[in-house]
């Protein structure tokens, strides 16, 4: 729970409610290695967009 919440703040700080909008899709999430990915992506990237496609992807991957 301490991922989600690194996450959510870094999302919050950077990008502000457009970030936080992400949050339920990463609340889904239980892969403990992706929450790690995203959490370092947050801290890299100035580009929303980016979060979005990873996000995307893995819930393409775990459908699928």
Do not use: Q
Request: no cysteine.
């Amino acid at each position: 729970e301490g991922l989600r919440e690194a996450i959510e703040m870094g999302l919050s700080l950077k990008f502000g409610e457009n970030g936080l909008k992400l949050m339920s899709a990463i609340r889904n999430l239980e892969d403990m290695e992706r929450l790690e990915l995203i959490k370092e992506t947050v801290k890299k990237t100035s580009e929303l967009n980016e979060i979005e496609k990873m996000l995307i992807s893995y819930e393409k991957t775990e459908t699928s």
